[in-house]
């Protein structure tokens, strides 16, 4: 039986790109692609993959926002980080959020396809790209210590907010995506700053493209 892979990636030529890649072989079935976090959510009750490949970067919700809400509503769904994002931040939040694996978009196409079958038969995989230290500090190993990333610091809804800011959105577009009252935004905005220690629209923006929250 083919094992069943969605596709989350807002970039059109690098989905279907992985769909020609992934569809040649004869154990995999790609079942959907998705352009960004939602979509990756109702295509999965749709379609039920067993397996997500899923971009950080993408517009309104990104990849650890939708890999935490995917792995809540299917706690057996496996997923793979597909990004060009090596930092320590990056790969401790998406392995925190419950991804299964995390590959590099440098890595080869054996690497991918190793990734892949290592991840549905139930093991966890990191691109041997990924400097050691980075997988020690996750595991906890480095003097015992396991120190919160920043941008685990951050409540959903201010995660939500510092996307739409470095998205462009200002206050008013803001409060009216999220629902919110725009005194309620500025709060969120407030905190967050605050957290994070940014001063200005600009860092905030700076701090979103570093992290992988949006694409440059």
């Known amino acids: 039986m083919k094992q069943r892979i969605l596709l989350v990636e807002d970039h059109t030529i690098l989905r279907q790109g992985l769909r020609a890649l992934l569809s040649t072989e004869p154990d995999l079935e790609i079942v959907g692609e998705a352009e960004n976090g939602r979509e990756a959510l109702l295509l999965t009750q ?7 490949l899923m971009d950080l970067s993408m517009p309104r919700k ?5 890999i935490a809400d995917l792995k809540r509503r299917w706690p057996e769904l496996r997923i793979i980080v597909l990004t060009v994002h090596n930092g320590e931040e990056q790969i401790r939040a998406a392995l925190r959020a419950g991804a299964d694996g995390y590959v590099l978009k440098d890595d080869t196409q054996v690497e991918l396809l190793v990734a892949i079958r290592s991840v549905l038969r139930g093991k966890t995989y990191l691109s041997p790209a990924i400097c050691n230290n980075v997988i020690t500090d996750y595991l906890g190993q480095r003097n015992g210590i396991n120190a919160p990333a920043s941008w685990e610091l951050l409540t959903q809804r201010e995660r939500e907010v510092i996307k739409l800011i470095a998205e462009g959105s200002r ?8 629902s919110l009252s725009e005194k309620t935004v500025e709060k969120h905005r407030a905190n ?3 957290k994070l220690d940014l001063h200005s629209a600009s860092q905030l923006t700076a701090y979103a493209i570093r992290n992988g929250l949006i694409s440059c």
């Open 46 to 52: 749709q379609r039920q993959p067993q397996l997500v």
């Open 62 to 66: 990104n990849g650890t926002e939708a």
């Open 171 to 178: 206050n008013k577009e803001i409060a009216r995506f999220l």
């Open 192 to 194: 967050l700053m605050r």
